[in-house]
């Protein structure tokens, strides 16, 4: 069978079949059968629910599930799946369950064991827009009357993770491609090429002039935007240094863990840290600050891996980089048209309380990203982990992360014969559940495990049919649910058409966000 047969004969299985789980039976997307045995117990539905609990045998039959946040799994190569799935385990079976339900770390009982939101010191959810003036700061005596700011155990974990992630990568890059970077750094000054590069002499070059000018026409919009508009994003203009400057020296070593993982941390965490450290109560600013530090790295990353495949692929660099621009500008404008009408068209967006269990416009990144903007920006990093918040002791993750790499070099130059130790990569490990949230157990399941069948047992024992259909295999079934999607929004989303049956009624575990401390009252959820 031809490639081109088989990505068609995918495309429209996939096409057909995402009908059923994007529709008719949307509870399919998460089969949290946990829930369904132990219907009355809090502690059974928090282990068993894939999308608010440990997603403990939660499986998926929707491959939106399985690719949304990770992207596909047949990509990914076994080894650094392997990582993902120790840290994985590490972080969701052994410290979660250990630190809420052993030690009751930072009195976790009080709140769902799986949670993004923001809680009082009552369990109940935080009222952010008291908090903030009419100028978007914090109001400090309204701060101080409703009281500290509390995450769940696992918001509060993968904060200590991500601190962890960051140092990690910078040790474990110097250690292990150190060498490698200086080697290639002096090759391109001696005209060392391969194959690839002298192929690619039958191509005009991108003139150097044609990203200076872009870099300075980009900075300069920046620029002003930062001097004339600064009431509107908070930021001062050596903030938009400071973040090109964070942007410029982490690309190099997450570009090399991206090559050889296929997993990229994020800067996420350390600029909005850092910017809440130097300009806390601002969290417009701390957003701005975010998005041109790490976005402008992920976007950099994003290049290079196009420019990459374009070098591979024998296409003309300048036909690239004219298309990356072109994309770039059109996909800017459309997505922020296409937001900015979704905000204005459909009631309750983005609030999950108020929206029905199966809706698709419960928006886990964007909630994030807020709830991000008030740990970061509004309250301020020194509120919660530092001296006047409750979790300070999250700081020592950083020197854990910077050691846990040269703990492993050590052993692989202790042990050269050993050829496993080198493929203990501590960015990916650790970072392993960095997607979450807005990622969940669930995805993390059906990820690893399709990404085992494929990479591994297909890979080692169908080595042909993997290398003829596995990528093929990918782009036909992200193609399919992609056209099925918008197919279903214009036909039935637009006029709110929804079946209403036990199938389409969610996953079926409420009591997985209730708490288990005595005495706290939640609405919907079982007096302990």
């Known amino acids: 069978m031809t490639r081109a047969k088989f990505f068609v004969i995918v495309l429209i299985c996939s096409f057909s079949w995402y009908l059923v789980p994007g529709y008719l039976f949307t509870t399919l997307t998460s089969i949290s059968w946990v829930c369904w045995i132990f219907s009355k117990s809090v502690t059974a539905q928090q282990l068993g629910s894939g999308l608010r609990?440990?997603?403990?045998?939660?499986?998926?039959?929707?491959?939106?599930?399985?690719?949304?946040?990770?992207?596909?799994?047949?990509?990914?190569?076994?080894?650094?799946?392997?990582?993902?799935?120790?840290?994985?385990?590490?972080?969701?079976?052994?410290?979660?369950?250990?630190?809420?339900?052993?030690?009751?770390?930072?009195?976790?009982?009080?709140?769902?064991?799986?949670?993004?939101?923001?809680?009082?010191?009552?369990?109940?959810?935080?009222?952010?827009?008291?908090?903030?003036?009419?100028?978007?700061?914090?109001?400090?005596?309204?701060?101080?009357?409703?009281?500290?700011?509390?995450?769940?155990?696992?918001?509060?974990?993968?904060?200590?993770?991500?601190?962890?992630?960051?140092?990690?990568?910078?040790?474990?890059?110097?250690?292990?491609?150190?060498?490698?970077?200086?080697?290639?750094?002096?090759?391109?000054?001696?005209?060392?090429?391969?194959?690839?590069?002298?192929?690619?002499?039958?191509?005009?070059?991108?003139?150097?002039?044609?990203?200076?000018?872009?870099?300075?026409?980009?900075?300069?919009?920046?620029?002003?935007?930062?001097?004339?508009?600064?009431?509107?994003?908070?930021?001062?203009?050596?903030?938009?240094?400071?973040?090109?400057?964070?942007?410029?020296?982490?690309?190099?070593?997450?570009?090399?863990?991206?090559?050889?993982?296929?997993?990229?941390?994020?800067?996420?965490?350390?600029?909005?840290?850092?910017?809440?450290?130097i300009y806390p109560g601002r969290p417009i600013a701390n957003v701005c600050f975010k998005t041109y530090g790490y976005m402008s790295m992920?976007?950099?990353?994003?290049?290079?891996?196009?420019?990459?495949?374009?070098?591979?692929?024998?296409?003309?660099?300048?036909?690239?980089?004219?298309?990356?621009?072109?994309?770039?500008?059109?996909?800017?404008?459309?997505?922020?048209?296409?937001?900015?009408?979704?905000?204005?068209?459909?009631?309750?967006?983005?609030?999950?309380?108020?929206?029905p269990a199966d809706s698709p416009w419960t928006c886990p990144g964007d909630r994030v990203f807020f709830d991000a903007s008030v740990i970061w920006g509004l309250v301020g990093p020194k509120r919660i982990f530092g001296s006047l918040g409750n979790y300070q002791a999250m700081n020592w993750f950083f020197l854990g992360g910077a050691l846990g790499p040269i703990i492993v070099w050590l052993l692989h130059k202790t042990f050269p014969k050993q050829s496993w130790i080198p493929l203990i990569n501590l960015p990916v490990l650790l970072g392993a559940t960095g997607m979450m949230p807005p990622a969940t157990p669930l995805n993390y399941n059906a990820w690893i495990i399709v990404g085992t069948i494929f990479n591994f047992f297909i890979f080692r024992y169908r080595k042909r049919w993997w290398q003829r259909y596995n990528y093929i295999l990918s782009a036909a079934l992200d193609a399919g649910v992609a056209f099925m999607a918008i197919l279903l929004y214009f036909s039935v989303g637009m006029e709110n058409r929804s079946l209403a049956w036990w199938g389409t009624d969610g996953e079926h575990c409420d009591l997985a966000t209730c708490p288990t401390a005595k005495g706290i009252v939640v609405e919907g959820c079982p007096l302990n």
């Open 53 to 277: 609990g440990l997603g403990l045998g939660a499986l998926t039959l929707d491959w939106t599930a399985v690719a949304s946040f990770l992207f596909s799994p047949l990509i990914s190569p076994f080894f650094a799946i392997v990582n993902v799935f120790v840290g994985y385990v590490l972080i969701i079976y052994i410290a979660i369950p250990t630190a809420y339900w052993g030690l009751d770390l930072y009195n976790a009982s009080r709140f769902p064991i799986f949670s993004s939101h923001l809680f009082t010191a009552q369990g109940q959810k935080y009222n952010i827009t008291a908090i903030v003036n009419d100028k978007f700061e914090i109001d400090l005596a309204k701060y101080e009357e409703q009281g500290r700011i509390n995450l769940s155990m696992f918001f509060a974990l993968t904060y200590g993770f991500g601190f962890a992630t960051i140092a990690s990568t910078l040790t474990h890059v110097a250690l292990f491609y150190g060498r490698e970077i200086y080697d290639r750094y002096r090759a391109s000054y001696k005209g060392k090429e391969d194959i690839h590069t002298r192929l690619m002499k039958n191509y005009k070059d991108i003139p150097s002039w044609w990203f200076y000018i872009l870099l300075a026409v980009t900075f300069v919009v920046s620029l002003v935007l930062c001097i004339f508009l600064n009431d509107q994003v908070q930021m001062p203009w050596w903030g938009l240094l400071f973040a090109g400057a964070m942007a410029f020296v982490f690309t190099l070593p997450i570009s090399i863990i991206t090559a050889t993982t296929n997993q990229t941390p994020g800067l996420n965490i350390i600029t909005e840290y850092v910017m809440g450290l």
């Open 298 to 355: 992920a976007q950099a990353v994003s290049f290079l891996n196009d420019f990459k495949l374009g070098h591979y692929m024998k296409i003309p660099p300048r036909s690239m980089f004219l298309v990356q621009f072109i994309g770039t500008v059109l996909a800017g404008t459309i997505n922020l048209a296409v937001a900015w009408w979704l905000l204005n068209s459909i009631e309750n967006i983005c609030q999950d309380d108020l929206l």
